[in-house]
């Protein structure tokens, strides 16, 4: 386990160079003057020079990159100041450094995350055990019923509905918002309850399908069969055998699905009017701010790495058979 951690961690850090080098020359090498970017539309020749120097621009493109991918490992000088590891640079639009803009807004995407996978898996994976636990039933056709409705929805469809009806036509909720959990953990629950019910119940019919579907092909397999004909009761045998070998589908999933909403939760943050992370990468875009834009791209493959990592390592611990070698 520890050699397969550490090939991983390893095949990470390649990666993360490759990806770096990939963003760095893919923005860097476009015909733009990124002094002028910074400066402005009304800015003088001398402005511009005096920008292109504090940036570096006035250097060799390789001397750029070389600076660049140092600064995310030891930090940076800038004429802003000294730009601490991991320095992803200094915002054309605002002057600040992106890494910090990216941690003011880190802990609402995380919340939006972990708080809408903490749901939708509560209920995804209930009702998806429910429905294999009563094939065939009306509570399973209920259920698979529901589910295909609802995950037709989207987010951007769904939200809207969910704020005219409970927060601007009835006040019966708040309008969506963020307060650091620290601060006042109540305000902080209330404030994202919508975007997480929205996200929750868009999120919660894949699953209870996926649930469904895996238990019952588990329901099938020669060690449950086995188990059951040597008399065991049936809830030891759903839940000691089934269920544990039908995670692995599950967990990839999961990984995928989290990494996708910490990296780019854009869709849920505009929606509900939330400044996260996802918001400013389309701030960035749009202003044409290239270090936000690259920050981060890089901060969202960082996380991408990391749970892939945490995946691979979970099916050793749900399914004994996986050897991590």
């Known amino acids: 386990m520890?050699?397969?951690?550490?090939?991983?961690?390893?095949?990470?850090?390649?990666i993360m160079f490759l990806i770096g080098a990939f963003t760095f020359f893919l923005f860097y090498t476009i015909p733009q003057d990124f002094a002028q970017l910074a400066c402005g539309k009304n800015c003088s020749p001398e402005n511009i020079a005096v920008i292109r120097e504090n940036l570096g621009l006035d250097k060799p493109i390789t001397t750029q990159f070389w600076n660049f991918m140092v600064g995310i490992v030891a930090g940076r000088d800038f004429a802003v100041g000294h730009c601490s590891a991991p320095c992803l640079g200094v915002s054309f639009e605002s002057g600040d450094f992106v890494w910090d803009s990216i941690m003011d807004r880190?802990?609402?995407?995380l919340s939006l995350t972990v708080g809408g996978l903490v749901i939708f898996l509560l209920f995804g994976l209930g009702t998806g055990l429910l429905a294999a636990w009563k094939r065939g039933t009306v509570v399973d056709k209920l259920v698979s019923g529901a589910?295909?409705?609802?995950?037709?929805?989207?987010?951007?469809?769904?939200?809207?509905?969910?704020?005219?009806?409970?927060?601007?036509?009835?006040?019966?909720?708040?309008?969506?918002?963020?307060?650091?959990?620290?601060?006042?953990?109540?305000?902080?629950?209330?404030?994202?309850?919508?975007?997480?019910?929205?996200?929750?119940?868009?999120?919660?019919?894949?699953?209870?399908?996926?649930?469904?579907?895996?238990?019952?092909?588990?329901?099938?397999?020669?060690?449950v069969r086995t188990a059951r004909a040597k008399g065991m009761r049936q809830r030891y045998v759903f839940f000691r055998y089934a269920w544990r070998g039908s995670l692995i589908p599950i967990v990839t999933i999961i990984g995928m699905d989290l990494s996708a909403l910490l990296s780019g939760a854009v869709v849920t943050e505009f929606t509900f009017d939330l400044a996260g992370i996802g918001r400013l990468a389309v701030q960035g875009s749009l202003s044409k701010d290239l270090p936000v834009t690259m920050g981060v791209m890089l901060f969202g493959a960082f996380f991408i790495l990391i749970l892939n990592i945490i995946v691979d390592l979970a099916y050793a611990y749900i399914d004994p058979r996986v050897r991590l070698a």
Request: hydrophobic share 50%; proline share 6%; charged share 10%.
């Open 106 to 109: 880190f802990p609402l995407t």
């Open 147 to 223: 589910s295909m409705v609802l995950s037709s929805f989207q987010i951007y469809f769904l939200g809207p509905i969910v704020l005219g009806i409970f927060v601007f036509s009835t006040g019966w909720m708040e309008n969506p918002s963020y307060v650091p959990f620290t601060d006042d953990p109540v305000g902080w629950f209330v404030g994202l309850l919508i975007p997480w019910a929205v996200m929750a119940t868009i999120f919660t019919a894949q699953y209870t399908r996926m649930a469904r579907s895996t238990m019952i092909e588990q329901l099938q397999e020669e060690h």
């Open 2 to 14: 520890l050699q397969f951690l550490i090939r991983r961690l390893s095949g990470a850090v390649v």
